[in-house]
């Protein structure tokens, strides 16, 4: 785990957590995000989710050459939630965080909606998340905001109309961004040398800290 945060003391009692995607906290762009949030007023935390076993960041998301079945064994969803609650209890014990906000991106996009059902999770920005079920958005309890790729395997045109159905049917505060030209990842991966690629993941940014500003 690491954190980051700025010198305004009077922040500490709002606290962010990053809920990492499958690289984790080994990934550049996962750690200079996480500064660019805390430059925002707004100390973070970033839990190693992975016990120091990431996906390695030379390898791309459906590389043959890497085995993710065994990978997702040794790290099924309950092992993750444990981490991501004892960080919350953490932040809540030692920091004395009174309002805790998460971001999450890809597989920490799954995890955050997790504990926004009265687990600790106060405040949710999500971007392009993979394999959130309609369970999971059900019990979302507080307001969340959505960042969503044009083209994104892990959420379709038809899962990504199926989550925004199920916020309006709950009369749930939220917000769903679609990033034309983005694909899955451009929150944290995108080329940026690719102008509508560059625009997404600094407008997510921005999305995210707006949200943040008004709900936490």
């Given at each position: 785990?690491?954190?980051?945060?700025?010198?305004?003391?009077?922040?500490?009692?709002?606290?962010?957590?990053?809920?990492?995607?499958?690289?984790?906290?080994?990934?550049?762009?996962s750690?200079?995000?996480?500064?660019?949030?805390?430059?925002?007023?707004?100390?973070?935390i970033?839990?190693?989710?992975?016990?120091?076993?990431?996906?390695?960041?030379?390898?791309?998301?459906?590389?043959?050459?890497?085995?993710?079945?065994?990978?997702?064994?040794?790290?099924?969803?309950?092992?993750?939630?444990?981490?991501?609650a004892?960080?919350?209890?953490?932040?809540?014990?030692?920091?004395?965080?009174k309002?805790?906000?998460?971001?999450g991106?890809?597989?920490?996009?799954?995890?955050?909606?997790?504990?926004?059902?009265?687990?600790?999770?106060?405040?949710?920005?999500?971007?392009?998340?993979?394999?959130?079920?309609?369970?999971?958005?059900?019990?979302?309890?507080?307001?969340?905001?959505?960042?969503?790729?044009?083209?994104?395997?892990?959420?379709?045109?038809?899962?990504?109309?199926?989550?925004?159905?199920?916020?309006?049917?709950?009369?749930?505060?939220f917000?769903?961004?679609?990033?034309?030209?983005?694909?899955?990842?451009?929150?944290?991966?995108?080329?940026?040398?690719?102008?509508?690629?560059?625009?997404?993941?600094?407008?997510?940014?921005?999305?995210?800290?707006?949200?943040?500003?008004?709900?936490?």
């Open positions: 785990m690491f954190a980051r945060r700025t010198d305004q003391e009077r922040q500490w009692s709002k606290i962010i957590i990053f809920v990492t995607d499958i690289y984790g906290i080994a990934i550049p762009n750690k200079l995000l996480a500064d660019h949030i805390a430059k925002a007023n707004y100390p973070v970033v839990p190693d989710l992975f016990a120091g076993d990431p996906v390695p960041v030379s390898v791309s998301e459906g590389s043959p050459v890497f085995n993710m079945t065994e990978w997702r064994l040794r790290h099924p969803i309950d092992a993750i939630d444990a981490i991501v004892s960080t919350i209890a953490y932040v809540q014990s030692e920091l004395g965080g309002r805790i906000g998460a971001v991106y890809c597989l920490g996009g799954k995890h955050v909606p997790r504990f926004m059902a009265s687990k600790g999770i106060d405040v949710g920005f999500i971007a392009h998340p993979s394999n959130l079920t309609t369970d999971e958005i059900l019990a979302i309890g507080g307001p969340i905001s959505l960042a969503t790729a044009q083209f994104d395997g892990s959420l379709t045109q038809s899962l990504r109309r199926a989550a925004v159905d199920t916020l309006e049917s709950m009369n749930a505060t917000q769903a961004s679609l990033y034309s030209g983005a694909n899955h990842g451009f929150g944290v991966r995108a080329n940026v040398s690719v102008p509508q690629e560059k625009y997404a993941k600094a407008a997510a940014y921005a999305q995210a800290v707006q949200w943040f500003d008004a709900w936490l």
